[in-house]
C-alpha cells in the first residue's frame, strides 16, 4: 500500500511539473508547443481535466468553438461540480450558435442557457456567470429563453451580494430600452452606494447628454475633473457636448485642445482624429473659419475615411 501511494504521489507530482511546462507555452502565446504537452498530458492521465481546459482555452483563440465545446463536454463530465467549466461550455455553445444556420441555433442556444444556468447554480455570486446569462437574455430571441426581463431579474441577482454592480448593470439594461427614468433612477442608486463613484458619475453624465440635459452633463464632467484633473473620457465629452450643442464653446476649445495634447490614442477613448473633427466643429461655431479647416484636415489626415470631417471640411470650402 505504501508503494502504491508512493506511486501515485508521484504521478501527481510528474503530472503538475508538466503542467507547469505547458502553462509557459501557453503564456508566451507558443500555441503549438503548448496543445502538444497539454495533449501528452492527456495521453497518459485521460481524466486530466485541467489539460482538457487549456486546450479549450487554446481553441477559443483560434475561435474554434466546437472544439471549445468538446473539450469542455469532456471536462464537465470528470469535474461535474466546476462553475468556470460550465460557464466556459456556455459560452462555447454560444459561439457556435453565432456561427450555425438557423436550424440548429436554437438547440444550441438552449444548450448556451442551460449551461450558464449550471454555472450560476455552482457559483451564484459570480458576476462574470451572472453577466454572460444577462447577454445570453439580451441577445436570445424569446422562444430560446430571452428576455430583457430575465436580464433585469440576473442584475437583481448581483444586487444582492454587490448593490453598487447590479445597480449599474441594471442602468445599462435600462439605457438599451431607452427607459432613461429607470436608468437615471438605478444610476443614482449606485451613486448613493458609492457617491464619489467616477463610473457611476460618469455613466449619468453621458445619460444626461444623450437626453439633451446638457447643462447637468457637464456640470457632472466638470466635478469629475476636479477630483480626477486631467480626466480624458470627461474632457473629451465636455468637448463633444460644446460642439454638438453649442454651449460654453471657449471651453469646448480648452478641453479639447487638452485632449489632444496626449502623444496618442488611447484604447478605449476617442481616438484624436474625433477630437480634432469636434475642435473643428466648435472653431467653426466660434467663427473661427480658417481653424475650423485646419481641425478637419488634421482629422482626415489621421483618418482619411472619417466621414463627419470631410463633409464639414467640404461646407467650408
Do not use: C
Amino acid at each position: 500500500m505504501v508503494l502504491l501511494a508512493l506511486g501515485a504521489a508521484s504521478a501527481r507530482a510528474d503530472q503538475a511539473s508538466d503542467m507547469e511546462a505547458a502553462q509557459v507555452h501557453y503564456l508566451a502565446r507558443r500555441d503549438a508547443e503548448a496543445k502538444a504537452a497539454y495533449e501528452a498530458i492527456l495521453a497518459r492521465n485521460p481524466r486530466a481535466d485541467e489539460a482538457l481546459y487549456w486546450l479549450a482555452r487554446l481553441a477559443k483563440r483560434q475561435r474554434d468553438w466546437a472544439t471549445v465545446a468538446a473539450r469542455l463536454e469532456e471536462a464537465v463530465k470528470i469535474v461535474p461540480d466546476s462553475a468556470m467549466y460550465w460557464g466556459d461550455l456556455g459560452e462555447a455553445y454560444g459561439g457556435m450558435a453565432r456561427g450555425a444556420g438557423p436550424l440548429s441555433q436554437l438547440s444550441l442556444a438552449r444548450k448556451t442557457l442551460a449551461a450558464l444556468k449550471k454555472a450560476a447554480s455552482l457559483d451564484p455570486e459570480n458576476i462574470a456567470i451572472r453577466e454572460g446569462l444577462i447577454e445570453f437574455y439580451t441577445e436570445a430571441p424569446w422562444i430560446a429563453g430571452g428576455g430583457m426581463d430575465k436580464a433585469l431579474d440576473e442584475a437583481k441577482e448581483i444586487g444582492k451580494f454587490d448593490a453598487f454592480r447590479g445597480a449599474m448593470i441594471a442602468a445599462g439594461l435600462y439605457q438599451q430600452e431607452e427607459e432613461w427614468a429607470n436608468a437615471e433612477k438605478a444610476f443614482r442608486s449606485a451613486l448613493r452606494i458609492q457617491p464619489g463613484s467616477i463610473e457611476a458619475n460618469f455613466a449619468l453624465a453621458q445619460l444626461n447628454a444623450r437626453t439633451g440635459r446638457h447643462d447637468e452633463a457637464l456640470a457632472i464632467f466638470e466635478d469629475i475633473l476636479q477630483v480626477n484633473p486631467g480626466h480624458q473620457a470627461s474632457l473629451y465629452q465636455i468637448g463633444r457636448i460644446a460642439a454638438l450643442s453649442g454651449k460654453r464653446l471657449e471651453r469646448g476649445e480648452v478641453v479639447l485642445r487638452e485632449y489632444l495634447a496626449t502623444p496618442v490614442d488611447t484604447p478605449g477613448l476617442p481616438s484624436h482624429a474625433h477630437a480634432w473633427h469636434r475642435l473643428g466643429n466648435v472653431l467653426e461655431r466660434l467663427g473661427n473659419a480658417a481653424g475650423a479647416r485646419e481641425a478637419y484636415t488634421k482629422a482626415l489626415e489621421l483618418d482619411p475615411k472619417l466621414k463627419e470631417a470631410d463633409d464639414a471640411l467640404a461646407k467650408l470650402r
